[in-house]
Antibody, heavy 120, light 111 residues
Framework: EVQLVESGGGLVQPGGSLRLSCAAS????????LNWVRQAPGKGLEWVAN????????YYVDSVKGRFTISRDSAKNSLYLQMNSVRAEDTAVYYC?????????????WGQGNLVTVSS | QSALTQPASVSESPGQSIAISCTGS?????????VSWYQQHPGKAPKLIIY???NRPSGVSNRFSGTKSGNTASLTISGLQAEDEADYYC???????????FGGGTKLTVL
């Protein structure tokens, strides 16, 4: 059974930093693209970033480029999102997600989500 | 403003059918057969219910179906049940600055 479990969220001040983690199990971690998707309170879903199997390709939504860094550790079966220079508009529930069905261009598996609140 | 346009809310009676539209452009829905739909209950993670326009993951009821015509995709739910009351989001792969875009979500109320 595929499991994705996020951790590391919480309250952070504007301009501060936070690192989210996602522990993965139940699938071959080393052969999977992985994603972060976020949802601001009462709002819709927004794709944030993804990373390829080797960690050599990384893509970001424009609003986080230069501030967030996605990474992975295959030895620990873990995905990370380093969030720097956070802003109020980064307040959201952050989900790690992966594809795996058909073309792979959908999010078949999701973590439970982890709330990040940016506030002074 | 979301890249894909969905109605904010829809409502229908139990046992009836309803269709939720999702309108994009030739850069996303119209250009790729990579439309997906997600169901989200309050406080829960989204759940994939349709992928690659028309396909249902194992375990998803056949009351859910997806179609696409031009730049518009649709999710149809037949035989509405109380448990279908949720938010529904469409998504598409895109050639834009981000590889995926989502719709703003549609709140389904089963009267």
């Amino acid at each position: 059974e595929v499991q994705l479990v996020e951790s590391g969220g919480g309250l952070v001040q504007p301009g501060g930093s936070l690192r989210l983690s996602c522990a993965a199990s139940g699938f071959d971690f080393s052969t999977s693209w992985l994603n972060w998707v976020r949802q601001a309170p009462g709002k819709g879903l927004e794709w944030v970033a993804n990373i390829n199997e080797e960690g050599s390709e990384k893509y970001y939504v424009d609003s986080v480029k230069g501030r967030f860094t996605i990474s992975r550790d295959s030895a620990k079966n873990s995905l990370y999102l380093q969030m720097n220079s956070v802003r109020a508009e980064d307040t959201a529930v952050y989900y790690c997600a992966k594809g795996g069905l058909g073309s792979g261009f959908s999010f078949a598996y999701w973590g439970q989500g982890n709330l990040v609140t940016v506030s002074s | 403003q979301s890249a894909l346009t969905q109605p904010a809310s829809v409502s229908e009676s139990p046992g009836q059918s309803i269709a939720i539209s999702c309108t994009g452009s030739s850069s996303d829905i119209g250009g790729y057969d990579y439309v997906s739909w997600y169901q989200q209950h309050p406080g829960k993670a989204p759940k994939l219910i349709i992928y690659d326009v028309t396909n249902r993951p194992s375990g998803v009821s056949n009351r859910f179906s997806g179609t696409k015509s031009g730049n518009t995709a649709s999710l149809t739910i037949s035989g509405l049940q109380a448990e279908d009351e949720a938010d529904y989001y469409c998504s598409s792969y895109t050639s834009g600055s981000s590889p995926w875009v989502f719709g703003g979500g549609t709140k389904l109320t089963v009267l």
